[in-house]
């Protein structure tokens, strides 16, 4: 599909008055071409007929977002006389002064173009990517996932991933949402209409992973406000929430660990943050806990507070959210390197077991974590990319934020296996028996008791938990922006106006739909909604967007559009990637996954059958608004059945790009 000038582009600019004719203030034809006064708005006179901005701009031109300056070419009508924009020019038979004004979607496009903000600073873009990019994954997940799986022989497959699955997708997204400057659900009409779907996919997605996400935060934020005392309360045993089996190995005195023993930081993370043996599981959750009520509920007004008034806001808070988990890392990093035993957890991270790579299971597992980690699929990137420059560089942003989130995983690793060789060495045991934790509890548990038992546990307990709070904050602004954009860009008659009722509304949402992960059994919510809600139905999504893009849209034309805002095509690797290579990365995982569905297991519950039939239709529930809106697209689309398919995938809305001072329409 080839783009085409409007005739308002190929045609020369001519105009009744000569040069001489110009008057201060106006803007004037010289040899063909138009000549721009500074004190003038800019008027495209053809023929002697105005082609007028939109009524609340007339006689000035719109302020484009992107920081050119225009006004709105006119949009024609279709071939069945329906409006497509914000003032059709009428058909040959009638006069040329005659307009027709246009409803919601001429109104979207010129609100698009005319209150689009953008950031303020490169970095504040990139601050905010690699904020959303490294989140609490990084920390606790590959680390897990490296040393469950070969060790440095890992290292391979996850490479491997990355290069071909992982960073494509993500260089993708960015340049999506910077060339056609929409969210999540709008953006489909530019590109492919009968895949809108996926935009309301991605938004329930969302919304189910801020249910569960900000409790872990919450969890965080309850160990950070029990961290300012001289003596940590996870270090003795004689604390309400104690049983007999409470064995605490880093007394004085000696003691021995039995098969029945429990750590103080166990039974604190379970039996005082938890309080999951109040809860019989899935089954009975039990009630709600108070104090995690107002942990989560302090978050989320922090949330609320850092991105009602959109980027211009949320890019200044990333300058700590962003840049804080950074200098800890460092901190913990040097902190551990100097523990006796550090050494046996480097070793046991690190030390490559070759036959792993025979496993498809490895594969999957690299291919997964890559994935999630970079975090195509969300809306997110599209959203922050929308806000970004026309001519960014969002090639170079790819790349320099995925070294930075990969770097980052594998730094992590050796912060937390350098206490994990420390907690072994105290333990007088394997390191394997020590990491038998996963997920959350490596981090609440684990790490958690061998700070405790550091010189200045305090000061380390704060910071520690002060990361997590910052992780966890980056991607939750980022998550729910995806959302927001999304929303305001496919509705901005109704919301463009109003966004911080919107965020409120939708923050109290969130904070309601993490009631159920709130009570004693919360934490088996959590789990279930990690393990289902997000995993194959983001990864369905983003398969269809790679296909939508590369075989309906089309690679041709998505490259040039690439050209046309960076200067140069994409190469053979990156077509090959896009069009084949990513795709089948995305299905190899999802029928992996589907094949084999994670049997789940906490603490000492044994999650029935049914709560994977539950889950998968908590999955489900997400990706059906894809069908679904295919059928309603094509039900109300006039014609045969091959127009109405043909118009369903065709662009109904042209993309505008500068063209020096001018946004010109591409068709």
């Known amino acids: 599909m080839e783009k085409k000038a409007t005739s308002n582009e190929t045609e020369p600019l001519t105009s009744k008055k000569d040069v001489s004719d110009c008057n201060e203030g106006e803007d004037c034809k010289e040899n063909g071409l138009l000549v721009?006064?500074?004190?003038?708005?800019?008027?495209?006179?053809?023929?002697?007929?105005?082609?007028?901005?939109?009524?609340?701009?007339?006689?000035e031109a719109a302020q484009i977002s992107n920081g050119y300056s225009g006004v709105q070419n006119p949009v024609p009508c279709n071939?069945?006389?329906?409006?497509?924009?914000?003032?059709?020019?009428?058909?040959?038979?009638?006069?040329?002064?005659?307009?027709?004004?246009?409803?919601?979607?001429?109104?979207?496009q010129l609100m698009e173009l005319e209150d689009r903000e953008t950031w303020s600073k490169k970095i504040d873009f990139l601050l905010s990517v690699i904020g959303y990019a490294v989140d609490l994954g990084n920390v606790w997940r590959f680390p897990y996932i490296c040393y469950q799986n070969g060790g440095g022989a890992f290292l391979i497959p996850y490479a491997i991933m990355a290069i071909f699955g992982g960073i494509p997708l993500?260089?993708?997204?960015?340049?999506?949402?910077?060339?056609?400057?929409?969210?999540?659900?709008?953006?489909?009409?530019?590109?492919?209409?009968?895949?809108?779907?996926?935009?309301?996919?991605?938004?329930?997605?969302?919304?189910?992973?801020?249910?569960?996400?900000?409790?872990?935060?919450?969890?965080?934020?309850?160990?950070?406000?029990?961290?300012f005392t001289a003596e940590l309360p996870w270090t003795t045993c004689t604390n309400a929430w104690n049983t007999g089996n409470c064995t605490n190995y880093f007394s004085k005195d000696n003691v021995s660990w039995s098969l029945h023993s429990i750590s103080p930081a166990e039974e604190f993370y379970t039996r005082q943050v938890l309080q999951v043996h109040r809860s019989n599981g899935l089954d009975d959750l039990g009630g709600i806990s108070w104090q995690l009520t107002l942990c989560l509920l302090l978050i989320f007004t922090i949330v609320y507070f850092s991105i009602w008034k959109g980027v211009k806001t949320s890019g200044k808070v990333v300058w700590v959210t962003a840049t804080f988990p950074y200098i800890i890392l460092f901190i913990l990093l040097v902190r551990g390197a100097t523990l006796p035993g550090a050494w046996r957890g480097v070793l046991y991270y690190l030390k490559p077991d070759w036959q792993k790579l025979l496993a498809t299971e490895v594969w999957v597992d690299a291919a997964a974590q890559i994935f999630f980690s970079l975090g195509p699929g969300f809306g997110v990137l599209l959203a922050y990319a929308s806000y970004n420059k026309f001519h960014n560089n969002c090639y170079q942003d790819a790349l320099v934020t995925s070294t930075v989130n990969s770097m980052t995983s594998f730094v992590s690793g050796f912060v937390i296996f350098t206490v994990l060789g420390y907690m072994a060495e105290m333990r007088n045991e394997d390191v394997s028996e020590v990491a038998k934790d996963t997920g959350p509890s490596l981090l609440f548990i684990t790490y958690a008791e061998a700070i405790?038992?550091?010189?200045?546990?305090?000061?380390?307990?704060?910071?520690?938990?002060?990361?997590?709070?910052?992780?966890?904050?980056?991607?939750?602004?980022?998550?729910?922006?995806?959302?927001?954009?999304?929303?305001?860009?496919?509705?901005?008659?109704?919301?463009?106006?109003?966004?911080?009722?919107?965020?409120?509304?939708?923050?109290?949402?969130?904070?309601?739909g993490?009631?159920?992960?709130?009570?004693?059994?919360?934490?088996?919510?959590?789990?279930?909604?990690?393990?289902?809600?997000?995993?194959?139905?983001?990864?369905?999504?983003v398969f269809l967007e790679a296909v939508a893009v590369s075989w309906f849209y089309g690679i041709?034309?998505?490259?040039?559009?690439?050209?046309?805002?960076?200067?140069?095509?994409?190469?053979?690797?990156?077509?090959?990637?896009?069009?084949?290579?990513?795709?089948?990365?995305?299905?190899?995982?999802?029928?992996?996954?589907?094949?084999?569905?994670?049997?789940?297991?906490?603490?000492?519950?044994?999650?029935?059958?049914?709560?994977?039939?539950?889950?998968?239709?908590?999955?489900?529930?997400?990706?059906?608004c894809i069908p679904i809106y295919m059928v309603y697209r094509l039900l109300s689309t006039p014609g045969t059945l091959k127009e109405r398919i043909l118009k369903s995938i065709s662009p109904e809305t042209p993309t505008e790009i500068p063209f020096g001072d001018i946004r010109m329409d591409v068709v």
Request: glycine share 8%.
């Open 556 to 624: 041709t034309q998505f490259c040039s559009d690439v050209k046309e805002m960076l200067g140069f095509t994409p190469g053979w690797y990156w077509r090959v990637c896009w069009v084949a290579i990513s795709p089948i990365f995305l299905l190899f995982v999802t029928c992996s996954f589907l094949s084999n569905p994670p049997e789940l297991r906490l603490f000492d519950y044994d999650y029935p059958y049914w709560t994977t039939v539950v889950g998968y239709c908590i999955g489900t529930s997400s990706v059906i």
């Open 170 to 227: 993500f260089y993708m997204e960015l340049a999506l949402g910077q060339y056609h400057r929409n969210g999540c659900i709008s953006i489909w009409r530019k590109i492919c209409p009968i895949f809108k779907g996926i935009g309301f996919a991605i938004c329930i997605v969302d919304l189910y992973v801020a249910s569960y996400y900000n409790t872990i935060m919450a969890w965080a934020f309850y160990y950070l406000i029990s961290s």
């Open 36 to 59: 721009r006064n500074p004190k003038s708005a800019l008027r495209l006179v053809e023929d002697g007929n105005k082609v007028h901005p939109s009524q609340g701009d007339k006689g």
């Open 452 to 512: 405790a038992n550091m010189p200045a546990s305090t000061f380390f307990a704060i910071i520690f938990f002060l990361m997590l709070l910052t992780l966890g904050l980056d991607s939750t602004f980022a998550g729910l922006e995806g959302v927001i954009t999304g929303v305001l860009d496919e509705f901005p008659h109704v919301w463009s106006k109003r966004r911080e009722l919107f965020v409120l509304i939708l923050i109290i949402i969130c904070f309601l």
């Open 514 to 541: 993490s009631l159920a992960t709130l009570t004693f059994g919360g934490a088996f919510v959590v789990k279930l909604f990690e393990e289902y809600a997000t995993g194959p139905a983001v990864l369905t999504v």
């Open 79 to 108: 071939g069945m006389g329906e409006v497509e924009g914000a003032q059709c020019t009428a058909p040959a038979a009638t006069t040329t002064s005659s307009s027709t004004a246009c409803g919601a979607e001429g109104q979207q």
